[in-house]
């Protein structure tokens, strides 16, 4: 073999097991970030049932003084004092 041949064969032999090591980082990269969407799809959903949870009570409480406010003014109507 010739010297150019022996260079040529372990540059080709060395850039394929950088692009090796390199595609392994990359799906190793993928997998984690699997799990990091996976995590952060579960808290957005646990986000979701809390507030849903915290906006139950208080849209009660706005239609209770809704009510409340109806009910004054048509009481109000009724037993208007006459100047």
């Known amino acids: 073999m010739d ?3 022996i260079i040529i064969t372990i540059s080709i032999l060395g ?5 090796i ?9 993928l997998k984690e970030l699997k799990v990091t ?9 646990d986000t979701k049932i809390i507030t ?3 906006a139950q009570p208080v849209s009660t409480f706005a239609e209770f003084f ?3 406010k ?6 109000n109507t009724f037993f208007k004092k006459d100047n």
């Open 3 to 5: 010297i150019t041949q």
């Open 52 to 54: 849903s949870s915290v």
């Open 70 to 75: 109806s009910g004054i003014s048509v009481f």
């Open 15 to 19: 850039i394929t097991t950088i692009l």
């Open 66 to 68: 809704s009510g409340l």
């Open 37 to 45: 969407i996976s995590k952060t799809n579960q808290i957005l959903d």
């Open 21 to 29: 090591l390199v595609g392994i980082s990359i799906i190793n990269l």
